[in-house]
Each structure stands twice: as structure tokens, then as C-alpha cells.
């Protein structure tokens, strides 16, 4: 069994201020975590993903995350927000390899203030 | 990453009517696509899996007779929502699994049912 935990369903930054987005997750096997970005009435994007090889993991616009095993997180931070990145954000989770279930935490909605 | 297009994007019907959603793999032979939904302010849900010349996987609490999926070829999943009610407004995302088993993800199809 697999769970996800996004603490916070909102975040508000000011531009060019760190974001720092949470996500702790459980799992009875070893993981694959991901990051997807939502924006209005679109799917998701692939933001980023750790598949157990390096636990600092780098995507898309800027965004890393570190897979820290001892504290089950995997939070997602950006140096310097920018107002495109408002959005929703997702965690997911999965068993790993053929396991192709996801589940996905609740969503932060980030908001970016000039 | 994989390449996946939605169609409609939007589609309002009236009560009682059904509603058929495309889910076209542009550069990637899938033979298996998942179908989500997604209420308003909340996370995914995963409804069913659809596997290429076979019947679709559903997840418990989901009405296989309302939700007809149909996946005839390696390229093409289709979600039929019968008899359409205003509870199955929603936002429907289809996607698939791309080989380091993150999900790839369509635009999604807003459908309103009047």
C-alpha cells in the first residue's frame, strides 16, 4: 500500500522568493515519487521524477526535489518564483518498475505575488 | 516524453445523453492507458485501466455499464459516458505509462452535463 501527504493545500510566494512545496509519502516497497504541474482546466505536466538513482533529482523550469528516505519526504523547491509559476501542484507515488499505479497527494495550489 | 491529445476539451450535454472522449497516443504505441477523474479543488482519481484488445481494468465503485471504455488499438482509448447525469460532471484525464513508469497525461475534457 501507498500513500501521499502534501502538507498544505496552499502556498503563497512573493516573486523571486524560495518555494518550497511538501510532500511526504508511504510505501511498502521501495518508490518512485513524482512531481506533476496542473494549470487551469489543462492534465498534468511532467515536472520531475526519482526512480532510485540519484536522490537530488533536477526537472523542468528550475524545480528540484531530494528524496530523503529517513524522513519518507520528497519536497519540491524552486530558488526563485516566477508568476508563471502559479499553479496546482501534485505528488505521486508508486510501487516502482511494471507497478504503474500512481497515487497522488491532494495538490498544493501555489500562488505567486508580485 | 509521450505525446497524448484529448478531444474534446470541452462538452456539455443534456441529461440522459451520452458522451464519448478520445484519447489519441501520438508517438507512442500504448497498450495500456489509465482514465482519471477529477473533481473541482481536488486530486485524481484513477477510474480504469484500459488495455488494448481487452476489457478495461475498473476501480472499485466505479460503474462499468456508465463509464464503456474502449481501447481498439495500440494509438486510441475511448471513454463513453452513458446516460449522463450533472454528478458526472467532471474533469476526465486520460494518460499512459512511459518506460521509466512516470504517466504522460492528455489536456483532460471538462464535461458538463446539464
Known amino acids: 500500500a501507498q500513500s501521499v501527504t502534501q502538507l498544505g493545500s496552499h502556498v503563497s510566494v512573493s516573486e523571486g522568493a524560495l518555494v518550497l512545496l511538501r510532500c511526504n509519502y508511504s510505501?511498502?516497497?521501495?518508490?518512485?515519487l513524482f512531481w506533476y504541474v496542473q494549470y487551469p482546466n489543462q492534465g498534468l505536466q511532467l515536472l520531475l521524477k526519482?526512480?532510485?538513482?540519484?536522490?537530488l533529482v533536477k526537472g523542468i523550469n528550475g524545480f528540484e526535489a531530494e528524496f530523503k528516505k529517513s524522513e519518507t519526504s520528497f519536497h519540491l523547491t524552486k530558488p526563485s518564483a516566477h508568476m508563471s509559476d502559479a499553479a496546482e501542484y501534485f505528488c505521486?507515488?508508486?510501487?516502482?518498475?511494471?507497478?504503474?499505479?500512481?497515487?497522488f497527494g491532494k495538490g498544493t495550489l501555489l500562488t505567486v505575488n508580485p | 516524453g509521450a505525446v497524448v491529445s484529448q478531444h474534446p476539451s470541452r462538452v456539455i450535454c443534456k441529461s440522459g445523453t451520452s458522451v464519448k472522449i478520445e484519447c489519441r497516443s501520438l508517438?507512442?504505441?500504448?497498450?495500456?492507458m489509465f482514465w482519471y477523474r477529477q473533481f473541482p479543488k481536488q486530486s485524481l482519481m484513477l477510474m480504469a485501466t484500459?488495455?488494448?484488445?481487452?476489457?478495461?481494468?475498473?476501480e472499485q465503485g466505479v460503474e462499468k455499464d456508465k463509464f464503456l471504455i474502449n481501447h481498439a488499438s495500440l494509438t486510441l482509448s475511448t471513454l463513453t459516458v452513458t446516460s449522463a447525469h450533472p454528478e458526472d460532471s467532471s474533469f476526465y484525464i486520460c494518460?499512459?505509462?512511459?518506460?521509466?513508469?512516470?504517466?504522460?497525461f492528455g489536456e483532460g475534457s471538462r464535461l458538463t452535463v446539464l
Open positions: 510505501s511498502s516497497v521501495p518508490p518512485y
Open positions: 508517438d507512442f504505441q500504448a497498450t495500456t
Open positions: 526519482y526512480t532510485s538513482a540519484a536522490t
Open positions: 494518460s499512459l505509462q512511459g518506460e521509466g513508469g512516470e504517466l504522460f
Open positions: 505521486a507515488v508508486s510501487g516502482g518498475g511494471s507497478n504503474y499505479k500512481l497515487t
Open positions: 484500459s488495455n488494448e484488445g481487452s476489457k478495461a481494468t475498473y
